[in-house]
T-cell receptor, first 113, second 114 residues
Framework: AQSVTQLGSHVSVSEGALVLLRCNYS??????LFWYVQYPNQGLQLLLKYTSAATLVKGINGFEAEFKKSETSFHLTKPSAHMSDAAEYFC???????????FGQGTRLTINP | DAGVIQSPRHEVTEMGQEVTLRCKPI?????LFWYRQTMMRGLELLIYFNNNVPIDDSGMPEDRFSAKMPNASFSTLKIQPSEPRDSAVYFCASSARGGSLSYTFGSGTRLTVV
């Protein structure tokens, strides 16, 4: 079964610093990959998705992620953190042609002033 | 569109009582998913429907849980009888056919069983 591993349950960065959230997937066949964000007391919102087009995917709020098959990774980055980026971030995976997503355990991002 | 609508937002009930959670998906979306979120287990898929038909219920914890989708605009998740370990946030999400897998999540129902 497909799965994703998010390295680091909690990441803390300073405002203006680079944000890097790590996600590795387990599959010999490149799947579909997603990043979602969850703000307190809200549902999840889609940030970006990889569906086998360009390997560098740009999302909302200045986030982007790069699909690296050789590393089975799909790390999320943002060049300059903003206070409003504080939230929980989830990586998710799905087999191509399937409709259900499997989520990672989440990474809580804290932004220090 | 108002998005995926879940009710109630919060539910506190006593152990042994029946609990019903409700979801209205986005109009035109033909997939509906129920997830449960806890600190210990993260986000777990409980069940999903396609065109109102349950496709995969392998994530439903036990027979105390049941889900229905009587029409394209309404789904329920029922727990009977409820237990304290059922305390969690339950999310409903919907998506459209086409392989895009862009789920739209509701705001969730926070269930507390005392």
């Amino acid at each position: 079964a497909q799965s994703v591993t998010q390295l680091g349950s909690h990441v803390s960065v300073s405002e203006g610093a680079l944000v890097l959230l790590r996600c590795n997937y387990s599959s010999s066949v490149p799947p579909y990959l997603f990043w979602y964000v969850q703000y307190p007391n809200q549902g999840l919102q889609l940030l970006l998705k990889y569906t086998s087009a360009a390997t560098l995917v740009k999302g909302i709020n200045g986030f982007e992620a790069e699909f690296k098959k050789s590393e089975t990774s799909f790390h999320l980055t943002k060049p300059s953190a903003h206070m409003s980026d504080a939230a929980e971030y989830f990586c998710a995976v799905s087999d191509k042609g399937a409709q259900k997503l499997v989520f990672g355990q989440g990474t809580r991002l804290t932004i220090n002033p | 569109d108002a998005g995926v609508i879940q009710s109630p937002r919060h539910e506190v009930t006593e152990m042994g009582q029946e609990v019903t959670l409700r979801c209205k998906p986005i109009s035109g979306h033909d997939y509906l998913f129920w997830y449960r979120q806890t600190m210990m287990r993260g986000l777990e898929l409980l069940i999903y429907f396609n065109n109102n038909v349950p496709i995969d219920d392998s994530g439903m914890p036990e027979d105390r849980f049941s889900a229905k989708m009587p029409n394209a605009s309404f789904s329920t998740l029922k727990i009977q009888p409820s237990e304290p370990r059922d305390s969690a946030v339950y999310f409903c999400a919907s998506s459209a056919r086409g392989g895009s897998l862009s789920y739209t999540f509701g705001s969730g129902t926070r269930l507390t069983v005392v």
